[in-house]
Nanobody, 114 residues
Framework: QVQLVESGGGLVQPGGSLRLSCASSGSIFRLYTMGWYRQAPGKQRELVARITDTGSTNYADSVKGRFTISRDNAKSTVSLQMNSLKPEDTAVYYC????????WGQGTLVTVSS
């Protein structure tokens, strides 16, 4: 079973950038649809960005033009480049892998604050 480990979260000022990474232990990473979700305090978990096995991407409207998802199948990693961060981007960010069922990472906290 695939296991996911996120890294790259932290504290950043509004307007700043962060890059999240997710490493997978699975041997068939290339077949998975990979995604980043986030959950802010008191809110439901929501999709941020997703990339399919063929490289197609989709984004939440709130992050379009600011965030970019990418994958490296050779390294079994998926990344989320986050630019022009806003306080409302503050949340725990989770890496997700989907093939037959969902697999989740443990989450990494992103705090956008001055």
């Amino acid at each position: 079973q695939v296991q996911l480990v996120e890294s790259g979260g932290g504290l950043v000022q509004p307007g700043g950038s962060l890059r999240l990474s997710c490493a997978s232990s699975g041997s068939i990473f290339r077949l998975y649809t990979m995604g980043w979700y986030r959950q802010a305090p008191g809110k439901q978990r929501e999709l941020v960005a997703r990339i399919t096995d063929t490289g197609s991407t989709n984004y939440a409207d709130s992050v379009k033009g600011r965030f970019t998802i990418s994958r490296d199948n050779a390294k079994s990693t998926v990344s989320l480049q986050m630019n022009s961060l806003k306080p409302e981007d503050t949340a725990v960010y989770y890496c997700n892998a989907y093939l037959v069922r969902d697999v989740w990472g443990q989450g990494t906290l992103v705090t956008v604050s001055s």
